[in-house]
Nanobody, 125 residues
């Protein structure tokens, strides 16, 4: 059974940085895609970015491109979301998600099979 555990959320001032972690366990993830999503109060859960475990290529939503970076540590089975130049509109619960099928990216939450519990990120102005 795949398990995803996020950590690293918190309160930060606008312009600051945070790094979220998603520790994955339960199987070999070489063929998986790991995605990051976020959900602000009263809004739909939206795609932030994704990484193909094999090769490490990434894709990002336009709203975070140039500010957020996704990476992975194979030895630790962990994916990271480095968030720089944070803005108040980045405030949300951040989730990591996973699915098999690394030949393409997946942008829709319904396409992911496994989810973490989420971690709160609050950016003050």
């Amino acid at each position: 059974q795949v398990q995803l555990v996020e950590s690293g959320g918190g309160l930060v001032q606008a312009g600051g940085s945070l790094r979220l972690s998603c520790a994955a366990s339960g199987r070999t993830f070489s063929s998986y895609v790991l995605g990051w999503f976020r959900q602000a109060p009263g809004k739909e859960r939206e795609f932030v970015g994704a990484i193909r475990w094999s090769g490490g290529s990434t894709v990002y939503a336009d709203s975070v491109k140039g500010r957020f970076t996704i990476s992975r540590d194979n030895a630790k089975n962990t994916v990271y979301l480095q968030m720089n130049n944070l803005k108040p509109e980045d405030t949300a619960v951040y989730y990591c998600a996973a699915r098999d099928g690394g030949g393409r990216y997946y942008y829709n939450r319904a396409e992911y099979d496994y989810w973490g519990q989420g971690t709160q990120v609050t950016v003050s102005s």
